[in-house]
């Protein structure tokens, strides 16, 4: 398996624009992956935040068991840490962590009220890329007004975007300089938080099914036809091959194929609620 790393030169400016830009806001939201929320955590901006009030805001948790995402929010919540669940296309949940915004400022609004001070309340988006930042925005403003994309690294520069009494600032996605697990950094790929032209999808397909055959063989029968889940995961994607005819000329697997549609199953939640961490 490659070492999977990758920290852009703009991340560094990223960071030095959100540093100079923190006395500016009231608290953070830290958006993370509910699939898999303790990899997305970046340490780094944990750091940068210690001074702030920061919300940990799970994103994309319809692709998660409602289990898994309670028992993330309890490990957070554990920490003395503020959290809350959501999925972007959820009105309800994102009416929820609209409210969860204002609740976690509350005494200090109580006391702007007491002062006669009426201002917005202002927070910092920030997470790793591709974990919906500016989807979550978007779906608080009900309209598209932050960049979107599927892929890491859509946001590049700061957007300030006003939310009723809200104003958000849109950051670019920031990733630790360095992984001191391996086994994180694979997760980060598997959920697009990466850049994909710097990923070798064949070793990154191999160890997703490797894991995945252990932690939920279920879904790898129910979404692939796997008969033998204890079998190698070279012979399980030979046996994706010949279900889906990823066949190169002359009979032969076409891994590449096999790899990217393995991968692109998981991410649009294709093989099912999977939690990763």
């Known amino acids: 398996m490659q070492h999977l790393q990758w920290f852009p030169g703009h991340m560094t400016a990223a960071m030095r624009m959100m540093r100079e830009n923190l006395k500016s806001v009231d608290g953070v939201m830290m958006v993370l992956d509910a699939r898999a929320p303790e990899s997305s955590v970046n340490v780094k901006l944990n750091n940068l935040f210690a001074d702030k009030r920061v919300l940990y805001v799970l994103n994309k948790a319809d692709l998660v068991d409602k289990k898994d995402v309670a028992r ?11 959290a809350i669940a959501v999925s972007a296309t959820d009105k309800h949940t994102v ?3 609209y409210d969860k915004i204002f609740a976690l400022l509350k005494d200090k609004l109580e006391k702007n009220k007491e002062k006669g001070v009426f201002k917005p309340v202002r927070f910092m988006v920030a997470g790793i890329p591709n974990t919906g930042k500016s989807t979550i925005i978007n779906a608080l403003t009900g309209g598209k007004k932050a960049a979107t994309g599927n892929k890491a690294g859509v946001t590049k ?3 300030w975007v006003r939310i009723r009494e809200l104003e958000l600032l849109d950051t670019p996605g920031t990733m630790p300089p360095a992984f001191e697990s391996q086994t994180a950094a694979r997760h980060l790929a598997y959920i ?4 994909d032209a710097n990923i070798d999808f064949n070793d990154l397909a191999y160890e997703f099914i490797n894991e995945i055959k252990v932690k939920y063989p279920k879904l790898l029968t129910e979404r692939y036809g796997t008969e033998d889940v204890t079998a190698s995961a070279l012979e399980i994607m030979n046996g994706i091959c010949e279900k889906r005819g990823f066949l190169l000329r ?3 697997y076409d891994y590449e194929r096999c790899s990217k549609a393995v991968i692109d199953d998981f991410r649009k939640g294709r093989t099912g609620k999977i939690f990763l961490d």
Not at 72 to 82: I, N, T
């Open 250 to 252: 002359g009979g032969e």
């Open 72 to 82: 993330s929010v309890a490990r957070f919540e554990e920490k003395g840490l503020s």
């Open 95 to 97: 009416d929820m962590l």
């Open 157 to 159: 520069g700061k957007q």
């Open 192 to 195: 697009g938080s990466m850049n």
